[in-house]
C-alpha cells in the first residue's frame, strides 16, 4: 500500500530515496577525447580544422588541417602572363589586397629592374597602410568577438573599416578586390577630392582607437584570458619562420619596412613597436599600437605626395629575361613573398607566393599545448590567419 | 629610388668549407647535393660571418628534359649556336636571410637528378619553419624528405594521387569521378528500351 502511492501531490515521498554510491575514482577508465573543431567552426574564421585531442578540457595534441580552400594558385598563374596573375593576387589575403598587388609588383619589378615614379610609391604606402589599418582592426575586432564579446566591438571595427573600403572603391574600383597596382606603378592615379576624403578618414581614427582601446585594453576579462596564454619565446619564433607582428610581439625587432626599406619608407619615422612576454595579449596590443604609427606614415605620406606620373616604362607586354627573384614586403600578417622563375617568355616558369599566415600556424601546436580548449580560440585568433591565403 | 637594398651575402667562406658547392650562373644560388644539405645549412646558421637564422621560404621546380640552345664562340672565332641537353630534374630552392644580423639573401638549392623517384634531405631538424612548407612541396611536387618528422600531404586530400604542379601533370577528366551503379544501371535500360516503348503505347 504505500510503495504504490509513493508520490502524491502535496505530501511528502514515502519511500526512502535510494542511496547513490559515489563511484571510486580509483580504476576509472579515462581516454583522451578526440575533437575536430572546423571546418566550419566559427573561431576558425574560414575553412579550417583543428584535430585536437583533449585531457578534459586541456589540450594534449592538436594537428592543422588545410587545404578545404586549396584551388592551386600556382599552378594556375603558371599558365597565364605575369599581369593576369595581379587581380589573382587579390584573393590570397581577401583583406589586404593592396598589399597582395604591392608585393608582386614588386617582385615584377626587381625581375625587369624598372623603376617606379614617386607618386606611385607615396600612393602605394598610403594603400599599404590604410590596409595595414583594415586588417588589423577586423584581427582586433575578431578576437574579442572570438573572447566572448559578441558582435559589438566587432561592428564597430567594421564600421571604420567600411570608411576606409569606401576611399579603395573610389579609387580602385572595388572595396576588396582592388587590382589596383601594376609592374611599375598603378592602374589609374586618385580621383578629385580623393586625399581631401582620406585626411577625413586618417584624421578620424585616433578618436575612434582611443575609443576602442578605453573599451578594451584594460577589460578585465580580456586581461585574464589572454595574459600569459599561448607564449611564444623569441628563439621558437625566429627559428619556426614566424613574421609580422606575432614574431614583434616576441620581441624580435624584424620589420621589413625598416629592414628591407623598400619603396620609400625609409623616408618616414615611425616605431616599431614590440611585446615582451610574447602572449596572447601582446600580440593584440602590438597590432593596436602598429595601427598608430600606421597613422603617422599615413600623415606624413599625403603631406608630401608629390605631383607627377603614376606609372614609369614598363613595357607593353612583361617579357622579363631568364632568371629568378625573390621579392617581399611587410604584409600586414607578416612577410609576404613571391618568387619568380622565368624562362625567358611571357609566362613564369614557376610562381611561388610565401604565405606569412601558413608560417606563422607551423608554432599552434606549440602554444595551444596544456592550455584550456577555450585558450586553443583566443590563440588562434590572435595568430590572425586568413584561409584564402593559407590554402592558396 | 632603390628597388630593394638588401645587404648581398659573400659566398667565399661557404665555398671555401664545402669545395663541392656550386654557384648557380645569373641566379647565383648554392647548388648542392641532398646528401651535403643538412651540413651546409648548419655551417650557414652558426657560423658567425653568416648567421642565417631565418629559413624564409622552401619552394620546389621541376625541370623536364629539355634541349637548351646556347651561343657560343668556336674555335673559329665565329658564334655558333650549341644544342645542350638537360637533363630532367627537381630542385628544392630555399630562401635564408639573418634576423640577427640583418642580411639576406642566400639562395640554396636541392639539386635532385632522379626525377622519377625524387628524394631529398629535410631542413627540418634544423628548422621548424620548413615543417608545413616541406609538406607542401611532398604534396603539390612528390619529393620525398627524408629525415622529416611528419611528411603527409597538407592541401590536397590524402586519397589523391597525383602531383599536381610537375609539369607533366595531366588533369583528370572528372575530379569527382566515383564509380557508382547508375552507369550499369543505363547500359542495362537501353536493353530494355523496346519495351518501353511498346509500353508507353498502350
Known sequence: MTMESSVVAGSEPTVEPRGFELIEREGLETNLLEVSMGPHHPSTHGVFRMDVKLDGETVTELRPVFGYLHRNHEKLAEDMGYLGSMPFTDRLDYFCSMTNNWAYALAGEKMIDLEVPERAEYVRVIMAELTRLVNHIMLVGFFVNDLGALGTPLLYALREREKILDLFEWASGARMMCNYMRFGGLRNDLPEGWLTKCREVVDAFPYFLDEYEKLLVENEIILVRTQNVGVLKPELAINAGITGPMLRASGVNYDLRKVDAYGVYDRFPFRVPMGEVGDCYDRFMVRILEMRESIKILRQAMDELPEGPIMGEAPRVFKPPAGEIYGRIEGPKGELGFYLVSDGTAKPYRYRVRPPSLVNLTVLEDLCLGHKVADAVVILGSVDIVLGEVDR | ?202
Open chain 2, 1 to 202: 629610388m632603390p628597388v630593394s637594398d638588401e645587404t648581398p651575402v659573400d659566398l667565399a667562406p661557404v665555398l671555401e668549407s664545402f669545395p663541392s658547392l656550386e654557384v648557380e650562373k645569373g641566379t647565383g644560388a648554392l647548388i648542392t647535393q641532398p646528401a651535403l644539405v643538412l651540413e651546409v645549412v648548419q655551417f650557414l646558421r652558426d657560423d658567425p660571418r653568416y648567421r642565417l637564422d631565418y629559413l624564409s621560404n622552401v619552394t620546389g621546380i621541376d625541370y623536364l628534359a629539355t634541349v637548351r640552345k646556347e651561343k657560343r664562340v668556336n674555335e673559329e672565332g665565329k658564334t655558333e649556336i650549341v644544342k645542350i641537353d638537360e637533363p630532367p630534374r627537381m630542385d628544392v630552392v630555399y630562401h635564408f636571410y639573418s634576423m640577427s644580423e640583418k642580411r639576406g639573401l642566400v639562395t640554396l638549392k636541392q639539386r635532385i637528378t632522379d626525377r622519377d623517384r625524387p628524394v631529398a634531405t629535410s631542413l627540418m631538424p634544423l628548422f621548424r619553419s620548413a615543417e608545413f612548407q616541406e609538406r607542401e612541396v611532398y604534396d603539390l611536387f612528390g619529393i620525398d624528405f627524408q629525415g622529416h618528422l611528419d611528411l603527409r600531404r597538407l592541401l590536397m586530400w590524402e586519397e589523391f594521387e597525383d602531383f599536381p604542379m610537375r609539369r607533366d601533370y595531366v588533369e583528370p577528366d572528372d575530379y569527382e569521378y566515383e564509380p557508382t551503379p547508375h552507369g550499369e544501371v543505363l547500359e542495362k535500360a537501353k536493353t530494355h528500351a523496346g519495351l518501353g516503348e511498346g509500353g508507353s503505347e498502350e
